[in-house]
């Protein structure tokens, strides 16, 4: 039987959430401004949009299920599951935000 998510482990969980879910944001928005020309980006970016979600997606899944083979509580498979996403969104935001010039 697997433990119950306990508070300060869904305190943390929601904070891994929100800080992905907030450089999300900003990542869209800079692809946003990339297209209509306000920014300087790379002629490959939409191209790495729709490829880079099918790697976290597969990634995503690996590391849940063997988090859950290994018995760990549904907080962590949970957390495993995020972490590729994370990684992705704060690369994303760090490569979008530097300073270029044209």
């Keep these: 039987m697997m433990p119950l998510i306990l508070p300060a482990a869904q305190v943390r969980l929601a904070s891994q959430f929100a800080r992905m879910a907030i450089e999300a944001n900003m990542v869209i928005g ?5 297209m209509m020309g306000l920014m300087v980006q790379s002629p490959g970016e939409p191209f790495r949009m729709i490829a880079e979600k099918q790697a976290a997606l597969s990634e995503s899944m690996i590391a ?3 988090a859950g083979m290994r018995g ?3 907080e962590r498979m949970l957390s495993a599951g995020l972490r590729p996403y994370g990684r992705r969104t704060r690369a994303n935001s760090r490569r979008l935000s530097a300073v270029k010039t044209r």
Aim: aromatic share 0%; hydrophobic share 55%; proline share 0%.
């Design 72 to 74: 760990h509580s549904a």
């Design 30 to 34: 800079m692809r946003m401004a990339g």
């Design 64 to 66: 849940m299920a063997s």
